[in-house]
């Protein structure tokens, strides 16, 4: 009853920026923590950013001072603006929630989104 759906990732060349959002629609009562993973072919998943209900973050260190990630909590959506992309970037990126559905549960279930495309090339 609860759905994250990112969009914005595309191809785009070294250098170059993307930003990416995620909403989560449905029976939500309230979200906590939002973060974005990525996931390259054959790889592990990694958290890339996090942010907390408060608006604190946090981030991998290959993302640092590019990356930048916020939320807007009146439109339950998360965003994550990405410049001086680099091919090492290249991955599906996933949204990541905490959220409460208040048709289930008050308590926080956690909820991926489907992922989207970010393909750097140099």
């Known amino acids: 009853q609860v759905q994250l759906v990112e969009s914005g990732g595309g191809l785009v060349q070294a250098g170059g920026s993307l930003r990416l959002s995620c909403a989560a629609s449905?029976?939500?009562?309230?979200?906590?923590?939002m973060a974005w993973y990525r996931q390259a072919p054959g790889k592990q998943r990694e958290l890339v950013a996090a942010?907390?209900?408060?608006?604190?973050?946090n981030y991998a260190d290959s993302v640092k001072g590019r990356f930048t990630i916020s939320r807007d909590n009146a439109k339950n959506t998360v965003y994550l603006q990405m410049d001086s992309l680099k091919p090492e970037d290249t991955a599906v990126y996933y949204c990541?929630?905490?959220?409460?559905?208040?048709?289930?549960?008050?308590?926080?279930?956690?909820?991926w989104g489907q992922g989207t495309q970010v393909t750097v090339s140099s």
């Open positions: 990541n929630a905490d959220v409460t559905d208040y048709s289930v549960s008050r308590y926080y279930n956690n909820y």
């Open positions: 449905g029976s939500i009562s309230s979200i906590n923590a």
């Open positions: 942010i907390s209900s408060g608006g604190r973050t």
